[in-house]
T-cell receptor, first 113, second 114 residues
Framework: DTGVSQNPRHKITKRGQNVTFRCDPISEHNRLYWYRQTLGQGPEFLTYFQNEAQLEKSRLLSDRFSAERPKGSFSTLEIQRTEQGDSAMYLC???????????FGPGTRLTVL | AQSVTQPDIHITVSEGASLELRCNYS??????LFWYVQSPGQGLQLLLKYFSGDTLVQGIKGFEAEFKRSQSSFNLRKPSVHWSDAAEYFC????????????FGGGTRLMVKP
């Protein structure tokens, strides 16, 4: 068990560019979650998957955001036409099933210039 | 809509002293409650959780929390703080089906004096 991994750990981009982050959950975990954490705040729920199905999306997830988990294993989060307000830490978590502990990855820190 | 309030943004305690971090929640149904800790450069780690049953919950690293429905609170306690406990602590309420979408409070940063 190597834990949840996220890549890249840091991403600096210019406003208007597209970025994609990857999350590899703990092996055999069915549920995968994305959260966003801005400086000095607690994480905010964005979306989650049960295997490859995206079951819930927060209103925070604007049309510029899209998440996939094509084979029920790793997931990607893409932000199109980035804005400075997108600068944050993007956290991924996974759990075995719905009421099991969510294990968080180290996050990807996005800076939009 | 659900919300979590952690009234104390910063707390400083002396090593060996007792600790209580406050958490109040607002949620219309039976809450699933969690405490997570976040150390610099590390991911969030679950300290303890409450789903049902005994309202006093034991967690890792010597932490415990008590669910008080009448006060809508889930305060975290530790009888004797260690320097390694310095970190940011987040209280969360789980909503949705089986409480798996977490709503976090703003966090309390704990500093430990030698």
């Amino acid at each position: 068990d190597t834990g949840v991994s996220q890549n890249p750990r840091h991403k600096i981009t210019k406003r208007g560019q597209n970025v994609t982050f990857r999350c590899d959950p703990i092996s055999e975990h069915n549920r995968l979650y994305w959260y966003r954490q801005t400086l000095g705040q607690g994480p905010e729920f964005l979306t989650y998957f049960q295997n490859e199905a995206q079951l819930e999306k927060s209103r925070l997830l604007s049309d510029r955001f899209s998440a996939e988990r094509p084979k029920g294993s790793f997931s990607t989060l893409e932000i199109q036409r980035t804005e400075q307000g997108d600068s944050a830490m993007y956290l991924c978590a996974s759990s075995l099933n719905s009421r099991d502990t969510q294990y968080f990855g180290p996050g990807t820190r996005l800076t939009v210039l | 809509a659900q919300s979590v309030t952690q009234p104390d943004i910063h707390i400083t305690v002396s090593e060996g002293a007792s600790l209580e971090l406050r958490c109040n929640y607002s949620y219309g149904a039976t809450p699933y409650l969690f405490w997570y800790v976040q150390s610099p450069g590390q991911g969030l780690q679950l300290l303890l959780k409450y789903f049902s049953g005994d309202t006093l919950v034991q967690g890792i690293k010597g932490f415990e929390a008590e669910f008080k429905r009448s006060q809508s609170s889930f305060n975290l306690r530790k009888p004797s703080v260690h320097w390694s406990d310095a970190a940011e602590y987040f209280c969360a309420v789980g909503v949705g089906n089986a409480g798996n979408m977490l709503t976090f409070g703003g966090g309390t940063r704990l500093m430990v004096k030698p």
